[in-house]
Nanobody, 123 residues
Framework: QVQLVESGGGLVPAGGSLRLSCSAS????????MGWFRQSPGKEREFVAA???????YYLDSVKGRLTISRDNDKNTVNLQINSLKLEDTAVYYC?????????????????WGQGTQVTVSS
């Protein structure tokens, strides 16, 4: 069982920046693929970014250049830096962990999920 706890969400003005963090339990964190997803009211959960154990990184095309995912295996954390926030970035952001080698860009590829952290971008 892997427990994930997100932090760093909040209310931010458009154009601002935010850094989300996810703390994970487990002794083999360095072997996990870690992902970030988001979900807005009435919409399906959407892939945002992922980083594999070997450092391979994936981003949703529409957010490339604004988001940076990183991991610290010594601290069992994965971070998501979001710059130039837009109103459409408003969502609950979820951290997820994958123990195997499934797809990194789809919800079905992940085994464990955090509770989510709300990001609200104001105009």
């Amino acid at each position: 069982q892997v427990q994930l706890v997100e932090s760093g969400g909040g209310l931010v003005p458009a154009g601002g920046s935010l850094r989300l963090s996810c703390s994970a339990s487990g002794r083999t964190f360095s072997s996990y693929t870690m992902g970030w997803f988001r979900q807005s009211p009435g919409k399906e959960r959407e892939f945002v970014a992922a980083i594999r154990w070997n450092g391979d990184i994936y981003y949703l095309d529409s957010v490339k250049g604004r988001l940076t995912i990183s991991r610290d295996n010594d601290k069992n954390t994965v971070n998501l830096q979001i710059n130039s926030l837009k109103l459409e970035d408003t969502a609950v952001y979820y951290c997820a962990a994958q123990l195997g080698t499934a797809t990194a860009t789809q919800v079905r590829g992940y085994d464990f999920w955090g509770q989510g952290t709300q990001v609200t971008v104001s105009s």
